[in-house]
């Protein structure tokens, strides 16, 4: 099997993060990141960035809305 | 008296016990469920739809349809993936109404192909080692938790790259990322197969990372520059 390239390792990052790759892609991905200077850097990159997208803030739906659903639930029980 | 956010201390009860009080009109878990859920639920409707209030009316919708459905909940996923599901149907359904419908169907269109890091970053095949890194990714100066303002910034950048995503990729991404669904969920709520779900993933994050790193190298230049 020939050694990846970093131009096709990046493309393969989702699926080395999902833990999808098949068996000997995964240890030519992993022999790859143990010789390469740039492509470890990238994969911790694309880990910060799927942190960096769970800490977005919450958004808030408003009070009346919310008011309005209780009273929706609230009916439910009497019906 | 109104409906506080749900967010907290409180431990979120397992979805057997919140079914059950939700089933037995339980105000304090419906309230909990409700605060919790919505913001992202309205987080993700607004990709289906035209405006603010409309998403507001989605996810109103949505709960209307829970608190009508529940009896008919059967267990087949966790309660939360169940009223994403109503979520994204009801968004659907009001998308088309107002004209945006998105076509989940046709998997790969032009904008789902392609390299996802500019092929310029990568030695030509000329080259001795082509498709080697021509410069490094640069690292990030990732914010400590201290840096609460640059902290604050980064996370602009990220939401600002998910606006300019295709709708597919943005609604993939949000469910993963922001809203924290695992792959086997997403793929239920939007109907979507294991691989299409990760080449929309793949594709998005890959963006939102290059966002990123242009953020980070501008930011150095500016420091760098004085
Ligand atoms: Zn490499």
């Known amino acids: 099997m020939p050694e990846l390239s970093c131009a096709e390792l990046v493309e393969l990052v989702t699926d080395f993060l999902e833990g999808t790759l098949d068996p000997g892609t995964r240890d030519r991905f992993y022999s790859h990141l143990a010789m390469c200077e740039g492509c470890g850097p990238y994969v911790d990159q694309m880990r910060m960035t799927v942190r960096t997208l769970g800490d977005l803030p919450e958004e808030s739906v408003p009070a009346e809305v919310r008011d309005a659903l209780l009273a929706a639930f609230r009916e439910g029980e009497t019906r | ?226």
Request: proline residues 7%; negative net charge; contains cysteine.
């Open chain 2, 1 to 226: 008296m109104g409906i506080e956010a749900g967010e907290g201390e409180q431990p979120f009860p397992p979805d057997s016990e919140l079914v059950a009080r939700l089933r037995g009109r339980d105000e304090t878990a419906f309230v909990l469920m409700v605060g919790s859920w919505s913001g992202g639920l309205l987080r993700l409707a607004r990709h289906f739809v035209s405006t603010n209030d409309s998403a507001a009316e989605v996810v109103q919708d949505t709960w209307l349809a829970v608190i009508h459905g529940l009896d008919s909940f059967e267990g087949r996923s966790s309660l939360k993936t169940w009223v994403c599901r109503i979520l994204v149907n009801t968004a659907k359904r009001r998308g088309v109404r107002e004209g945006r419908t998105i076509p989940w169907s046709s998997l790969p269109v032009a904008q789902d192909q392609g390299p996802t890091v500019d092929p310029a970053r990568f030695l030509g095949p000329e080259s001795e080692d082509p498709g080697h890194w021509r410069v490094f990714p640069q690292p990030w100066p990732m914010p400590s938790p201290e840096q609460e303002a640059v902290a604050k910034e980064t996370r602009a950048v990220v939401e600002e790259a998910l606006t300019h995503l295709p709708d597919r990729q943005r609604i993939v991404i949000t469910l993963r990322d922001v809203e924290g669904y695992n792959a086997e969920e997403v793929c239920s709520i939007l109907e979507l197969s294991a691989a299409n779900q990760r080449v929309l993933l793949h594709r998005a994050r890959a963006f939102v990372r290059g966002r990123l790193e242009e953020y980070f190298a501008g930011a150095k230049a500016a420091a760098d520059g004085g």
